[in-house]
């Protein structure tokens, strides 16, 4: 896909930002998960199989600042860039990862640590979006929710768990707000609908090199802390976030939040032969 910025085709460098010391789930990147033929494997493993697993060429890397997940990730053959421990979160760290790569790329893809169940063509959308555009300065992807994880979100919201993240948008697919509470409110008669507004965000961001390297100076926003989500720090200071909304995969496309969803993602994996 050429990129309108530069006439000739995007660069594309996918960071996988990887930091230990998690408050919700410490040392979350090494947690092992079985794969369908019954061995298992440190998460940051599975990441880096379904980073490298998006077609067109792009540049993988870690990004951390632990040495046993650096250790990790180089026995897995991967280019690892260290990064500070004072990054408050993924995106600070893939900014953070630009002063350690030999070449600066067009687009930077922040492909989340705990997002091994994203399929390539997720990706291939999210590029081909910002190739596109040279307006989209950040963009993630979204998929309508199914009654199965529609009924997974509420779940997890009435058992007090912080599970899934999802986003309202307007016209312009822009996105308007981010929540790990399940927005637009759902009457209880409707749970379940299929064509129910009820967007799940896949954890994965793209930018403009600019636009990421300016995010560590803007303030952090009370929403973005109450929340727990970095991209509310570009709504809140009034940058937008493009919501490229992609197909369904055919299977659920959940993140490792929490310990308890290690069972649920390993009859993913199971289910998909992987």
């Not at 019954?38 to 792009?58: C, H, N, Q, Y």
């Not at 997002?115 to 963009?139: G, H, N, Q, Y």
Request: glycine share 8%; net charge negative.
């Amino acid at each position: 896909m050429p990129d309108t910025v530069t006439g000739g085709p995007a660069r594309v460098a996918i960071i996988i930002p990887s930091r230990f010391a998690s408050t919700r789930y410490p040392a979350k990147p090494l947690a092992m998960l079985r794969g369908a033929d019954g061995s298992s494997k440190a998460l940051i493993e599975w990441t880096l199989a379904a980073a490298r697993a998006v077609p067109g060429g792009a540049s993988v890397h870690v990004a951390t600042d632990h040495p046993k997940i650096a250790e990790a990730a180089r026995a897995a053959g991967a280019s690892v860039l260290m990064t500070p421990e004072s990054c408050a979160n993924g995106t600070e760290r893939c900014a953070a990862a630009l002063d350690a790569l030999d070449d600066l790329p067009d687009i930077v893809v922040n492909f989340q640590g705990d997002a091994l169940l994203t399929p390539p063509f997720v990706i291939e959308a999210l590029i081909a979006a910002m190739a596109a555009d040279p307006t989209i300065k950040v963009a993630t992807p979204v998929i309508r929710a199914s009654s199965a994880v529609q009924r997974r979100l509420i779940d997890d919201q009435r058992a007090g768990r912080v599970g899934g993240t999802t986003v309202t948008f307007g016209h312009a697919h822009n996105a308007l707000y981010f929540s790990k509470s399940v927005i637009p409110h759902l009457p209880p008669a409707r749970i379940g609908d299929p064509a129910l507004p009820l967007f799940f965000h896949i954890g994965v961001y793209a930018y403009r090199v600019a636009a990421l390297r300016a995010y560590a100076d803007l303030p952090v926003g009370t929403l973005e802390l109450l929340e727990g989500l970095e991209q509310l720090r570009f709504l809140e200071a009034g940058k937008p976030v493009r919501i490229v909304e992609v197909r369904d995969p055919g299977h659920d496309l959940w993140e490792l939040n929490n310990p308890e969803d290690i069972p649920f993602i390993e009859a993913i994996l199971a289910q998909r032969g992987i």
